[in-house]
T-cell receptor
């Protein structure tokens, strides 16, 4: 099973600034996912990141606000741009293992607070 | 469309009580079904899964049976512990898809 780390684990940021979150996987994976989890809520998929192609964004999320990089099969970044207090959430990256019937493995999350 | 509905929380139980968290789904075909658990301050981790009708997933004393006739995947545990306090998410991946669809989550508090 994949082991995923995220950096930073938490941050407090000022309105209007940007934060880049890193996700590192200990094995090569094709598909990586970025989720947002607002306080007390379920997970909302932001985008799917495949290596070598543009990320695919879900409805309500745009590349200008949440640019994603996927330079190789073990790493991805998500940037939260021009932040507002409404962006305060936990951001989670995950990977899928098709061999395990689409089981997902999650990173520990990045807890973001925007003042 | 594809969706997952689970019982609202929070659920508060005393230690050693019986736990049921209801989950029903709507999906085309034969989805794979999952329960994920999120302990305080952590990411999600897989608790158990079932990939076809009548399969029973089990782990750490938790069980759930894939019931196609009732489109349900209820989570049960015979005797909960304080350490089971967490948020539980029911989820599915639909046939031919790759995205996981999560329920709203049910928070469980277990009192000593």
């Amino acid at each position: 099973s994949a082991v995923i780390s995220q950096k930073p684990s938490r941050d407090i940021c000022q309105r209007g600034t940007s934060l880049t979150i890193q996700c590192q996987v200990d094995s090569q994976v094709t598909m990586m996912f970025w989720y947002r989890q607002q306080p007390g809520q379920s997970l909302t998929l932001i985008a799917t990141a495949n290596q070598g192609s543009e990320a695919t964004y879900e409805s309500g999320f745009v590349i200008d606000k949440f640019p994603i990089s996927r330079p190789n099969l073990t790493f991805s970044t998500l940037t939260v741009s021009n932040m507002s207090p409404e962006d305060s959430s936990i951001y989670l990256c995950s990977v899928e293992e098709r061999e395990s019937y689409n089981e997902q493995f999650f990173g520990p999350g990045t807890r973001l607070t925007v003042l | 469309g594809n969706s997952v509905t689970q019982m609202e929380g929070p659920v508060t139980l005393s230690e050693e009580a019986f736990l049921t968290i209801n989950c029903t789904y709507t999906a085309t075909g034969y989805p794979s079904l999952f329960w994920y658990v999120q302990y305080p301050g952590e990411g999600l981790q897989l608790l158990l899964k079932a990939t076809k009708a009548d399969d029973k997933g089990s782990n750490k004393g938790f069980e759930a049976t894939y019931r196609k006739e009732t489109t349900s995947f209820h989570l049960e545990k015979g005797s909960v512990q304080v350490s089971d306090s967490a948020v539980y998410f029911c989820a599915l991946v639909y046939t031919g898809g790759f995205k996981t669809i999560f329920g709203a989550g049910t928070r469980l508090f277990v009192k000593a």
